[in-house]
């Protein structure tokens, strides 16, 4: 057993230990809305947003684009679990910012072992054999963080399966502050109708 999975285990243990009353938080979020938001580890919307478990519905993915996934879980929120308000927050030193769609395929195809990064960006340390399969996905990379917001924000106003009602704000959350800065042009594109 790994170290990493051991330290989880006796984690959720001690949790587990003290879970008492949130065996009965209800499905629903309690707040009503949800947020859209990155991975990157330096990120805890718990903290950001000031949630308590059963608060808001969180989707994490990769640089927190709008990807037909993130739409999917959105739409689910709304329509079986009743949010009414949407948040797309990127955030700055995003990693999705440092390679493009043609760098990941071409490190994919000659490894699939963990790249490099260096001043110069990343880089293929690994052994072959890599996959072509790469080349068949849209990695959604980042060139400009706060259009990125603003893109984002404004293809999920334009989804069919998005209610005109609800309405979507755009914020980057800054690592090196914590503050959420508000992308008007996001939150504009996002107004509800």
């Known amino acids: 057993m790994s170290n990493v999975l051991k330290e989880v285990l ?97 490190l994919l195809a000659k490894s699939l072992e963990t790249a490099e990064l260096s001043a110069q960006g990343f880089r293929d340390v690994g052994k072959g054999p890599g996959s072509a399969e790469a080349q068949f996905i849209d990695w959604l990379t980042v060139a400009d963080a706060k259009q990125s917001v603003v893109d984002d924000v404004a293809r999920i106003r334009r989804h069919p399966l998005v209610p005109k009602g609800i309405p979507i704000y755009g914020y980057i959350y800054d690592v090196k502050t914590g503050k959420l800065v508000e992308i008007p042009a996001a939150t504009q594109a996002g107004r509800a109708t």
């Open 10 to 106: 006796s984690a959720n243990a001690k949790y587990a230990a003290t879970f008492g009353p949130k065996a009965d938080l209800v499905l629903p979020p309690a707040r009503h809305f949800a947020i859209l938001t990155c991975m990157d580890a330096r990120l805890d919307p718990a903290k950001y947003a000031g949630l308590s478990e059963g608060d808001a519905h969180v989707i994490r993915n990769a640089g927190g684009r709008a990807s037909d996934d993130a739409i999917r879980s959105l739409v689910i929120s709304y329509k079986l679990l009743g949010t009414r308000e949407w948040f797309v927050i990127h955030h700055t030193n995003c990693g999705m910012e440092f390679f493009t769609d043609d760098l990941m395929r071409d």
